[in-house]
């Protein structure tokens, strides 16, 4: 298996087109998670069926949240992504968020070629508010069943605040 964190960056953060390595896919429950010192996805844990993850989920190479992990993705499509892909994505926005009391953000994107949506998806705005109320319900509550009140959804933010977010995070990969 490759190395994601050495065959691939973060892209083109100016730009707006990021790498992301899907992770988990959409409507599972397993925690599949990367683990960098051995580059391989690893299955954490598996989480209680009501707390499948509502859209898939991965990772921005080359980058570290404050919580020590690669920068986390929420990424929206019609059908689940399977793990150990990789796509080309078009940063929409940035779910402010913190587990446990460490900030774990979550930079929402699509693919950066969508011809099934016609790459209507811009922004946080171009999203059904149903699909913002469920990735903000999902996150506020996906714990709960082992330490309820650990997760809190503190805010959305636009594409800009997210590339600061992405750059911070290749900043902090840099200083490792």
Same mark, same amino acid.
């Given at each position: 298996m490759a190395d994601f964190n050495k065959i691939l960056d973060a892209g083109d953060v100016e730009g707006g087109i990021i790498n992301v390595v899907v992770e988990i896919p959409?409507?599972?429950s397993h925690k599949i998670e990367w683990n960098r010192e051995l580059a391989v996805f690893e299955l954490d844990r598996v989480d209680p069926q009501i707390f499948a993850k509502p859209c898939n989920y991965g990772f921005i190479p080359q980058t570290l949240d404050e919580d020590g992990d690669e920068l986390d993705a929420l990424i929206i499509t $019609?059908?689940?992504l399977p793990t150990g892909i990789f796509l080309k994505a078009k940063v929409i926005g940035v779910m402010k968020f913190v587990d446990d009391g460490e900030v774990d953000d979550k930079i929402v994107v699509v693919p950066a070629d969508d011809r099934d949506t016609g790459n209507a998806y811009n922004s946080l705005a171009d999203l059904p508010k149903q699909l913002i109320n469920q990735l903000e319900?999902?996150?506020s509550h996906y714990k709960d069943l082992k330490k309820a009140g650990t997760t809190v959804v503190e805010s959305w933010g636009?594409? $800009? $605040?997210?590339? $600061?977010?992405i750059k911070e995070s290749i900043q902090r990969w840099k200083d490792l």
């Open positions: 959409a409507g599972s $019609e059908q689940p319900f999902h996150f636009d594409v $800009e $605040e997210a590339k $600061e977010v």
